[in-house]
């Protein structure tokens, strides 16, 4: 918790620090140089390196404090009334201090199928990180069999999740007197026209596809900040507006994005451009995360569940990298110590029971993969 990795900063100390001890127990041990100045991803094996294992995988990175109200500093670890206090204690690095505590038993145990340690950067702002691992265990001759991503859950196996995705739409039309309104392209009144489109196409999609595992049972698309012109006497040349899709497993982002692009394309832009040639629509992506589709993991889920002390799958609406991971062929399911509730705030904490849990149940897997019975991911 003392790494100061909000994702704005270098993440590579920690990567570092962690691949010594990592080594330190036997682990092969490769660290990547991620696509910004100081990111790194790692990737290490305890046991044969020949076969596929099992991989736990957690987010080195964390969200920023600034703003936020701590009663005590958010990177001194703090212990108080069985919690422990600080920046990513829940999110996610609870995780990966035990896993990291429990790497010299995983290397005791003699496993038989490998075990897999990853850590990524910038999951917290685009997923960079995961994508770029991900691409190279793609092309790797051995990849991952299955993957626990342990984001918190409270330990409980999640087998679903929505996917995430941003977009920055630029508007650009032309400015006139707005007395000349007709010759001129105003691009917050077409900006407009297409938030109206998203809302109608929200309805659309409240009556199309349901899963009922979610909160909000649908594929979710929604304008989160609008902001264009410089006064209201000139039509506005530009217009810009963030756009957001949350797509139900089984649904891509694009697609939706499709929907709103040729809108544009097939009734805004001519109107536009039959008065201003270089009036314009851009749609520029921040993120694209996949949704976490559990027809993918079933028999991960069915193997892991039993171990972990929950009866039941769970289904979350924030987005993970587990969709990237299932989108290369390996298993993914999340499920790890504390709760999502008090990640992002002031005063995140994670309980100590919950890190004792997590440690047992990987005490547990420990003992599986030594007998080499899982993964059980196909
Ligand atoms: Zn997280």
Known sequence: MAFDTVSANPNATLIHWSAERLRECGARVDVQVGDEPGKANLFATIGPVDRPGLMLSGHSDVVPVAGQAWSSDPFVLTERDGRLYARGAADMKGFIACVLEAAPRFARAGLRTPLHVALSYNEETNMHGMRQLAAQLAAAPVRPAACIIGEPTSMQVVVANKGAAGYRVKVRG????????????????????????????????????????????????????????????????????????????????????????GYCDSVLLPAMRAISADAAIEFEEIFDTPALDERGNVYLAQAIMPLCGHASAGRVSFGTEAGILQDIGV????????????????????????LEACSRFLDVLAGRLAKGELPLGH
């Open 174 to 261: 032309h400015s006139v007197h707005s007395s000349l309104r007709d010759q001129g392209v105003s691009a917050v009144e077409y900006a407009a026209e297409i938030v109206v489109f998203v809302n109608a196409l929200q309805k659309r999609l409240n009556a199309a596809a349901r899963h009922d595992g979610f909160e909000f049972p649908h594929t979710s698309v929604h304008v989160g900040r609008i902001e264009g012109g410089t006064a209201h006497n000139i039509t506005a040349k530009d217009c810009e507006f963030l756009l957001e899709i949350r797509a139900l497993p089984g649904t891509r982002s694009s697609d939706v994005l499709g929907e709103i692009r």
């Open 331 to 354: 298993p993914t399911i999340v499920c790890g110590p504390g709760q999502i509730r008090v990640a992002h705030q002031p005063d995140e904490y994670v309980e100590i029971a919950q």
